[in-house]
């Protein structure tokens, strides 16, 4: 079997470990010591799902701003770009310049260069701080900066999926606007919370790979008020 060829390593602000980029052929995987594997470019399905789901949800179809939080290997980011139209805004929060760094090298081809759209703002820092600092901003928010709704590489990220970051997703997004957050599993005291704010809430399961393979969790809560 082809080795594993280790391209770069970086440490997660915050102490939240060291991310190591590998790749084996024309596969890519990137993964945190002590965790495993975080993600792998063959396996992007359920990151596609993610952004397709959302923007079919979009009241404002024709200028979104959608707030992408995590970049990982740029696949949620490329899918949201083929369904959004041309005066669209996709910004990108990504904590680890190191991975904005391996998304405009030879990681990018994968996706096919996301960030090279003239559509997207790359903003390196805390998806957190960018959603507490906005009211009635976005029309969508992905969030994909964890496993789950826990902060696993940046333990702050627990902010953001307790009631207090969950009120701040709700104000920073318009009316109708939808929160989405992608899980590896399911988490029904999440569940709860998200009701508790105020969202209508719609769980799905999708497959990790195509239409095989382990599945993963995305939440659509939808800001049913315009408070």
Same mark, same amino acid.
Request: charged share 25%.
């Given at each position: 079997?082809?080795?594993?060829?280790?391209?770069?390593?970086?440490?997660?602000?915050?102490?939240?470990?060291?991310?190591?980029?590998?790749?084996?052929?024309?596969?890519?995987?990137?993964?945190?010591?002590?965790?495993?594997?975080?993600?792998?470019?063959?396996?992007?399905?359920?990151?596609?799902?993610?952004?397709?789901?959302?923007?079919?949800?979009?009241?404002?179809?024709?200028?979104?701003?959608?707030?992408?939080? /995590?970049?990982?290997?740029?696949?949620?980011?490329?899918?949201?770009?083929?369904?959004?139209?041309?005066?669209?805004?996709?910004?990108?929060?990504?904590?680890?310049?190191?991975?904005?760094?391996?998304?405009?090298?030879?990681?990018?081809?994968?996706?096919?260069?996301?960030?090279?759209?003239?559509?997207?703002?790359?903003?390196?820092?805390?998806?957190?701080?960018?959603?507490?600092?906005?009211?009635?901003?976005?029309?969508?928010?992905?969030?994909?900066?964890?496993?789950?709704?826990?902060?696993?590489?940046?333990?702050?990220?627990?902010?953001?999926?307790?009631?207090? /970051?969950?009120?701040?997703?709700?104000?920073?997004?318009?009316?109708?606007?939808?929160?989405?957050?992608?899980?590896?599993?399911?988490?029904?005291?999440?569940?709860?919370?998200?009701?508790?704010?105020?969202?209508?809430?719609?769980?799905?399961?999708?497959?990790?790979? /195509?239409?095989?393979?382990?599945?993963?969790?995305?939440?659509?809560?939808?800001?049913?008020?315009?408070?």
């Amino acid at each position: 079997m082809t080795p594993w060829i280790l391209l770069d390593s970086t440490q997660v602000p915050g102490n939240g470990g060291e991310l190591r980029l590998y790749r084996r052929g024309d596969e890519f995987s990137i993964m945190i010591v002590g965790h495993g594997e975080l993600m792998n470019s063959r396996v992007h399905a359920s990151e596609d799902a993610l952004a397709d789901y959302t923007c079919a949800r979009l009241v404002n179809g024709a200028s979104p701003r959608l707030l992408i939080g /995590g970049l990982g290997m740029g696949f949620t980011l490329a899918a949201a770009l083929r369904q959004v139209g041309e005066q669209a805004r996709v910004e990108v929060a990504e904590l680890v310049p190191a991975v904005v760094k391996w998304n405009r090298g030879e990681l990018g081809m994968k996706a096919g260069h996301p960030l090279d759209d003239p559509r997207v703002v790359v903003r390196e820092g805390d998806v957190a701080r960018m959603i507490r600092q906005e009211q009635q901003a976005f029309d969508a928010i992905l969030l994909d900066v964890d496993n789950g709704p826990e902060g696993l590489t940046h333990k702050k990220n627990d902010w953001l999926y307790g009631m207090e /970051g969950l009120n701040a997703a709700y104000t920073a997004l318009r009316p109708k606007g939808v929160l989405a957050i992608w899980s590896a599993g399911p988490d029904q005291a999440f569940e709860q919370r998200l009701r508790k704010v105020g969202f209508h809430v719609e769980r799905i399961r999708v497959h990790a790979h /195509g239409a095989k393979g382990g599945k993963h969790v995305i939440w659509f809560a939808n800001r049913t008020t315009s408070n």
